[in-house]
T-cell receptor, first 114, second 113 residues
Framework: NAGVTQTPKFQVLKTGQSMTLQCAQD?????MYWYRQDPGMGLRLIYY???????DKGEVPNGYNVSRLNKREFSLRLESAAPSQTSVYFC?????????????FGQGTRLTVV | EDQVTQSPEALRLQEGESSSLNCSYT??????LFWYRQDPGKGPEFLFT???AGEEKEKERLKATLTKKESFLHITAPKPEDSATYLC??????????????FGTGTRLKVLA
């Protein structure tokens, strides 16, 4: 009963390096999200995918790209990392099913850009 | 603009000392309000969903209530294991016609033995 799985859990990058954060869910959810969490800022939406094959920008998309690889997997890519991207990144998934449902979160990826 | 504000930012309680956390919101057409618990180094863990004003949900020492402008998370006789950050979120419609979750910045609760 894994839920939402994120890899890696920790990562240190040098400025300008690239990396991809991986996320997979096993709950057959249609919608998936990437958030970043910074002290005093709360969780802010980077990108989301309402369903397989679609992706849209959230409130802080600059410097990121995403890929919805299939219904299970949604990856977040940093093409050229900057110190301002030091944060904790959370992937989440949910499904509407015609009623309001909660989002389920992964354990997070703690990223430091030096 | 859709917004969620939580207060207080931090709260220290003695074990057994009951209190309430506040979540005020402005959102166009509330579909649901959610409470989450987050432990250090972990992802948010779902606690409750509230759909309409007047609704209440309970789980052990926690009770969540909802009005048209705010929600409260009441903690009765808390224990040290209740120490965590409590997050409030609302569901809002995006221009694409789908929904997103808007989070408050949370209340850090510390319960002292």
């Amino acid at each position: 009963n894994a839920g939402v799985t994120q890899t890696p859990k920790f990562q240190v990058l040098k400025t300008g390096q690239s990396m991809t954060l991986q996320c997979a869910q096993d709950m057959n959810h249609n919608s998936m999200y990437w958030y970043r969490q910074d002290p005093g800022m709360g969780l802010r939406l980077i990108y989301y995918s309402a369903s397989e094959g679609t992706t849209d920008k959230g409130e802080v998309p600059n410097g990121y790209n995403v890929s919805r690889l299939n219904k299970r997997e949604f990856s977040l890519r940093l093409e050229s990392a900057a110190p301002s991207q030091t944060s904790v990144y959370f992937c989440a998934s949910s499904d509407w099913l015609g009623i309001v449902t909660e989002a389920f979160f992964g354990q997070g990826t703690r990223l430091t850009v030096v | 603009e859709d917004q969620v504000t939580q207060s207080p930012e931090a709260l220290r309680l003695q074990e057994g000392e009951s209190s309430s956390l506040n979540c005020s919101y402005t959102v166009s057409g509330l579909r649901g309000l959610f409470w989450y618990r987050q432990d250090p180094g972990k992802g948010p863990e779902f606690l409750f969903t509230l759909y309409s004003a007047g609704e209440e949900k309970e789980k052990e020492r926690l009770k969540a209530t909802l009005t048209k402008k705010e929600s409260f998370l009441h903690i009765t006789a808390p224990k040290p294991e209740d120490s965590a950050t409590y997050l409030c979120a609302v569901q809002a419609m995006m221009t694409s016609g789908t929904y997103k979750y808007i989070f408050g910045t949370g209340t850090r609760l510390k319960v002292l033995a």
